[in-house]
Nanobody
Framework: QVQLVESGGGLVQAGGSLRLSCAASGDIFNINDMGWYRQAPGKQRELVAR???????NYADSVKGRFTISGDNAKNTVYLQMNSLKPEDTAVYYC??????????????WGRGTQVTVSS
């Protein structure tokens, strides 16, 4: 089993910043990539940012230039620095990881989510 634990969500005013963290633990041989998705009420879950192989990154167009994803391979942790937040960034943010287990099976795991609310 693999667990993803998110932290760092909260309430912030527009223009403010938040930093999300996601730590993976458990049956982990390697992590191929980790990322953040978000889901606003009444909307589908969407990709926010992803880091692949600890280096390559991609972002949703809506967050480019404002959000930065980074990772700490030694800690199996991924971070999302969110600056210049807007009310439309309000959503539940979910961590996702593509994990290779010690049985050499690759599986996709999700965290429980952390709420980010941006007030206008």
């Amino acid at each position: 089993q693999v667990q993803l634990v998110e932290s760092g969500g909260g309430l912030v005013q527009a223009g403010g910043s938040l930093r999300l963290s996601c730590a993976a633990s458990g049956d982990i041989f390697n992590i191929n990539d980790m990322g953040w998705y978000r889901q606003a009420p009444g909307k589908q879950r969407e990709l926010v940012a992803r880091i692949i192989g600890g280096r390559s990154t991609n972002y949703a167009d809506s967050v480019k230039g404002r959000f930065t994803i980074s990772g700490d391979n030694a800690k199996n942790t991924v971070y999302l620095q969110m600056n210049s937040l807007k009310p439309e960034d309000t959503a539940v943010y979910y961590c996702n990881a593509a994990v290779v287990t010690y049985s050499y099976t690759t599986r996709n795991y999700w965290g429980r989510g952390t709420q980010v609310t941006v007030s206008s």
